[in-house]
């Protein structure tokens, strides 16, 4: 059964740096889309961050708020994605899920919160 469970969240003070993991089982996520998702208090669920399969060469994209703060990886020898958050800000308060697709059906992780406040 394919599952996804995120993790990492927490409090931080803005500047900070905040690390989250998503682990997958089931599937062998190195072959799959993996993108992270945000959604903050009263707003829709936004993209953040995606990275291509390995046979694709791990390409990634982000959206235009988190550029050169954020970092999403692999480590496929422990079926894990990353999102490494550096220099964070209040506004990247939120909570944050991983997705793929697989067979046109779309997963998501449970989530994991991030609040960024002094």
């Known amino acids: 059964q394919l599952q996804l469970v995120a993790s990492g969240g927490g409090l931080v003070q803005p500047g900070m740096s905040l690390t989250l993991s998503c682990e997958a089982s089931?599937?062998?996520?190195?072959?799959?889309?993996m993108s992270w998702y945000r959604q903050a208090p009263g707003e829709a669920r936004d993209w953040v961050a995606v990275i291509s399969p390995r046979s694709a060469g791990a390409n990634t994209l982000y959206t235009d708020s988190v550029k050169d703060r954020f970092t999403i990886s692999r480590d496929n020898a422990k079926n894990t994605v990353y999102l490494q958050m550096k220099n964070l800000k209040p506004e990247d308060t939120a909570i944050y899920y991983c997705?793929?697709?697989?067979?046109?059906?779309?997963?998501w992780g449970q989530g994991t919160q991030v609040t960024v406040s002094s």
């Open positions: 997705r793929t697709v697989q067979n046109n059906i779309v997963y």
């Open positions: 089931g599937f062998d996520s190195s072959t799959r889309v």
